[in-house]
């Protein structure tokens, strides 16, 4: 465990060396939250409820998701493709500990930096302009980071898996953009899978994708509760387990045949 611990804290410290990347994030998040933010206050305008989100509810869930784009990695980290690329990925054969368990950590890491420093601040800065709301209820906070962590690690498998096309593409960045499309549809980051026609819906919900983003907003709205919640954070679990056994099946199948520069 101590090695898993100081990966983490390497993966929170690596990004805690750019803060000015940081802030630029910041800022980024702002805009478009503010952007988000008015054009669902024209939807609700004439209407007071969509999908069973009220006014309030949807603003809370723009800010939320602002918050989560960073910390859940919804778009990028070519970390893994590109060592695969250069076939550094050798090096990390070598190692007593599986390079997905090990990235994992350093992940964890990552995303508990970016929560604190570049998911808080726009969800305040949101707050401070529009009326939202938050868990009333200590046990509906704590279901809710567990949710986020939850979310990382469904996360860390998903985008392992289009990474690891680099095994046998060329080019990854075809993949990535492909999936990084159908994860930004169909997780609830750019509206509320509630809002989608009931077909749309029950599809985008078998997928792995609503337990990045949102189940967590979910949760935090008061979308789910009681039992409710349980049965989510269990859906969360599973599409975790289940992810990253697969990631371990299509790395052990990757390497199996590698080639790299040298032998």
């Known amino acids: 465990m101590r090695l898993y611990w100081e990966m983490a804290r390497r993966g929170y410290r690596r990004y805690a060396a750019y803060p000015a990347a940081t802030w ?15 054009i669902f206050l024209a939807v609700y305008r004439h209407r007071a409820d969509v999908g069973g989100f009220d ?14 784009i960073a910390a859940v990695q919804v778009f990028g980290w070519p970390d893994l493709a590109l060592r695969i690329k250069s076939g550094d990925i050798a090096t990390d054969l070598a190692r007593p500990v599986h390079p997905l368990r090990i990235g994992l950590a350093f992940d964890l890491g990552r995303a508990l930096y970016h929560t604190l420093f570049r998911g808080v601040p726009p969800f305040l800065l949101g707050a401070l302009v529009f009326e939202v709301t938050v868990p009333r209820h200590a046990l509906v ?3 809710f980071l567990v949710s986020v962590a939850l979310a990382v690690v469904v996360s860390f498998g998903i985008r392992a898996l289009y990474n690891m096309s680099a ?14 499309s159908a994860i930004a549809i169909f997780s609830g980051l750019y509206v509320p899978l509630q809002f989608f026609p009931d077909a ?15 189940i967590p907003v979910d949760i935090f709205v008061g979308e789910a509760r009681g039992a409710e919640i349980i049965a989510a954070l269990a859906v969360q679990v599973g599409w ?24």
């Open 240 to 263: 975790a387990a289940a992810m990253f056994a697969l990631a371990h099946a299509v790395f052990a199948a990757g390497t199996r045949k590698l080639v790299v520069q040298g032998g």
């Open 167 to 180: 095994f046998w593409l060329l080019d990854h960045r075809g993949t990535a953009m492909l999936a990084a």
């Open 141 to 143: 906070w704590l279901a």
């Open 55 to 68: 006014v309030v509810e949807a603003l809370t869930y723009v800010w939320v998701t602002q918050a989560l």
């Open 24 to 38: 630029a994030g910041v800022f980024t998040n702002t805009a478009f939250g503010f952007m988000q933010a008015y």
């Open 200 to 214: 749309l819906e029950t599809f985008a919900r078998a997928t792995p994708f609503p337990a990045l983003v949102q």
